[in-house]
C-alpha cells in the first residue's frame, strides 16, 4: 500500500495543474485533492487508471471462476486435460 504523500489543495490543482501532470508522468504516484479541508479527489495518470481497472476485470473472473466451483460447476483439472489432448488429436 503506497503512502499518502501528495496531499493537495484544490486551489493548488487549479494554479498548477500542469506541474501535477508532470510529476503524474514523472514518479506515478496519485494527488490527493481535499476541498475544505475534506478529502475530495484523487489525480492518477491513465497508465495507472487502466492497470487498476484490469485488475478489477481479472479479479472479478477469478471471483467468478470461485463462484461455479463452490457451486459444483466446471470440470477437473485431470478432466480438463484430457479433453485438451483429445481435441489436439483430432486435429490431427
Not at 10 to 27: F, M, P, R, T, V
Not at 54 to 78: C, F, H, N, T, V
Amino acid at each position: 500500500m503506497q503512502s499518502i504523500a501528495n496531499i493537495k489543495s484544490i486551489s493548488y490543482l487549479k494554479s498548477h495543474a500542469a506541474q501535477i501532470s508532470e510529476d503524474l508522468a514523472q514518479n506515478g504516484n496519485p494527488f490527493f485533492i481535499t476541498q475544505n479541508g475534506e478529502a475530495s479527489m484523487v489525480i492518477e495518470s491513465v497508465a495507472q487508471f487502466q492497470e487498476k481497472e484490469a485488475l478489477i476485470a481479472a479479479l472479478k473472473i477469478i471471483a467468478l471462476g470461485e463462484k461455479d466451483r463452490l457451486q459444483g460447476k466446471g470440470i477437473s483439472a485431470a478432466d480438463s486435460r484430457a479433453q485438451l489432448l483429445a481435441a489436439r488429436q483430432s486435429r490431427k
